[in-house]
């Protein structure tokens, strides 16, 4: 089975946050002025912890989100998701508290902490970090959601469209060795419990592509199968939207092939006009780094 592809979390974040906030608090419209919308501060949260802080060894994706309370006027709450790949050799819990201290000296705001924990490891779970010193003693305690914990049938029964995101997750987690053909039987597992919760057309299309590839096939022609057959699924006829053109055209023009032997100025060009295009279509950078193999920072600049 393919590997994952962990950095998807990060498009998806931004794809349904409103629906993350209701999966993980009950009264979220409540709480969060949704109208005004969400600050994603990716590049901020660069400059606080650049890339070489990194440990190695451990696959995990960080995002920043500004957002804003109802009742709060202009004052507004930090969150920190991470999603903790595998159990590596760094304390995660000293990590999530440097994360807390930096972003809450520079911004004097409340900071809400998560860890989504996709590893696969039952005995790894961290809760808090703990530090004591002649008497001065100090207790970080985060918000921790582990994947083994959660029940198939209880996130099928939530209605919530990030529900589906995590049993996509959660259903990679344990089909670890399936081949590509029963990898097809979950996908269009995932497909109808996304197709019954009747969401928006963006939010559709953004958890789609999150299924679709969370998990690759190993051989490519199954996902063109798996398209087709998701096309009869929803009734659509074979008449694609941009985004999907655009996707199709970077894979069939073997751009990733292009890179892998050494980038060819024409290809390494066409790549350019594709992720412009589909910066321009709104597609998640993520994505366009995915499959046209550009770096963040040459996306950004388009």
Same mark, same amino acid.
């Given at each position: 089975?393919?590997k ?18 209701r ?20 590049? =901020? ?5 650049? +890339?070489?802080?990194? @440990?190695?060894? #451990?696959?995990?994706?960080? &995002?920043?989100? /500004?957002?804003?309370l ?8 930090l ?48 809760t ?17 959601y ?5 029940? =198939? ?5 939530? +209605?919530?469209?990030? @529900?589906?995101? #995590?049993?996509?997750?959660? &259903?990679?987690? /344990? ?14 597992d995932l497909?109808?419990?996304?197709i ?13 592509d999150f299924l ?30 941009t ?13 990733e092939?292009?890179? =892998?032997?050494?980038?060819?100025k024409?290809?390494?060009?066409? @790549?350019?006009?594709?992720?412009r295009?589909? &910066? ?11 499959f ?10 388009l």
């Amino acid at each position: 089975m393919a590997k994952k592809d962990d950095a998807l979390w990060k498009a998806i974040f931004e794809d349904v946050f409103d629906d993350f906030l209701r999966f993980f608090f009950p009264d979220a419209d409540v709480l969060f002025n949704m109208k005004r919308g969400f600050v994603y501060m990716d590049k =901020e949260f660069d400059q606080l912890f650049p +890339p070489e802080e990194h @440990a190695s060894g #451990v696959r995990y994706v960080d &995002k920043l989100v /500004k957002v804003y309370l109802k009742n709060g006027g202009a004052r507004w709450i930090l969150l920190h998701i991470e999603v903790q790949g595998q159990k590596g050799k760094e304390d995660l819990s000293k990590r999530m508290f440097r994360y807390f201290y930096r972003i809450s000296d520079k911004h004097d705001v409340p900071v809400s902490a998560f860890a989504i924990l996709t590893d696969g490891v039952k005995s790894f779970r961290p809760t808090a970090y703990r530090e004591e010193c002649l008497g001065t003693r100090l207790s970080y305690q985060y918000n921790v959601y582990k994947l083994l914990d959660q029940h =198939e049938n209880e996130l099928r029964a939530n +209605p919530n469209p990030f @529900a589906v995101v #995590v049993l996509t997750a959660l &259903k990679a987690l /344990k089909n670890k060795k399936i081949d590509d053909e029963r990898l097809k039987i979950v996908k269009h597992d995932l497909t109808r419990e996304l197709i019954k919760r009747k969401v928006s057309k963006a939010k559709h299309n953004g958890i789609m592509d999150f299924l679709k590839h969370y998990v690759n096939f190993e051989n490519p022609e199954m996902m063109l199968k798996f398209e087709k057959e998701v096309e009869e699924l929803n009734g659509r006829s074979t008449t694609m939207g941009t985004e999907q053109y655009l996707l199709q055209k970077a894979e069939h023009q073997g751009i990733e092939k292009g890179i =892998e032997k050494g980038i060819e100025k024409g290809k390494y060009e066409e @790549a350019i006009t594709i992720a412009r295009e589909m &910066k321009q279509e709104g597609i998640p950078v993520a994505q366009i780094n995915k499959f046209t193999k550009l770096s963040i920072e040459e996306i950004d600049k388009l």
